[in-house]
T-cell receptor, first 118, second 111 residues
């Protein structure tokens, strides 16, 4: 079974530039998450999708971050304009449906996209 | 005060030792408890998943939950250099609730 695919693995940009990250979750996983992980910290949830609907985006800085999940499969996370403090690893994860159709809490992560903002 | 506290380490132990990793939490509503392992430059991977209190064993790994003390532990027996990684605890109040993560403990197993 293929895992969660993310690209690019690494990206270096100047502040105020824009960047986009792509994620393809495990087939059949309706729930998709984008996390931000700063060095030495645990993952911080940015946005959670259930199919192509947003479940939780309360911690997404909406003035600069946006995310979409077209057709309930692939997802893209965009940052525009980037700030120095956005330097982090952006992790995509997906989760299989639980007994009630919602996520189980068992997350499968991709390898992450490492962003450096100069 | 953070909802989940975890000592960042690093914790360095010799090969073959028993390792104890711990997290404390403040929200008594948490019922689902997970341990994830994260190798350098990789995404976290689920190691252990427990519901409510008690112990769960899987090979060299044992997860323990003490809800009365709001304390969870992960024990690794016969530790190997390949166990060197960052171990993250995570927990939630229900299967449809957001996961709350610890900061992770970096573990180093010396050959």
């Amino acid at each position: 079974e293929a895992g969660v695919a993310q690209s690019p693995r690494y990206k270096i940009i100047e502040k105020r530039q824009s960047v986009a990250f792509w994620c393809n979750p495990i087939s059949g996983h309706a729930t998709l998450y984008w996390y931000q992980q700063i060095l030495g910290q645990g993952p911080k949830l940015l946005i959670q999708f259930q199919n192509n609907g947003v479940v939780d985006d309360s911690q997404l800085p909406k003035d600069r971050f946006s995310a979409e999940r077209l057709k309930g499969v692939d997802s893209t996370l965009k940052i525009q304009p980037a700030k120095l403090e956005d330097s982090a690893v952006y992790l995509c994860a997906s989760s299989p449906p639980g007994t009630a159709g919602g996520p189980t809490g068992e997350l499968f992560f991709g390898e992450g996209s490492r962003l450096t903002v100069l | 005060q953070k909802e989940v506290e975890q000592d960042p380490g690093p914790l360095s132990v010799p090969e073959g030792a028993i390792v104890s990793l711990n997290c404390t939490y403040s929200n008594s509503a948490f019922q689902y408890f997970m341990w994830y392992r994260q190798y350098s430059r990789k995404g976290p991977e689920l190691l252990m998943y427990t519901y409510s209190s008690g112990n769960k064993e899987d090979g060299r790994f044992t997860a323990q939950v003490d809800k009365s003390s709001k304390y969870i532990s992960l024990f690794i027996r016969d530790s190997q250099p390949s166990d060197s990684a960052t171990y993250l605890c995570a927990m939630s109040a229900g299967s449809n609730y957001q996961l709350i993560w610890g900061a992770g403990t970096k573990l180093i197993i010396k050959p």
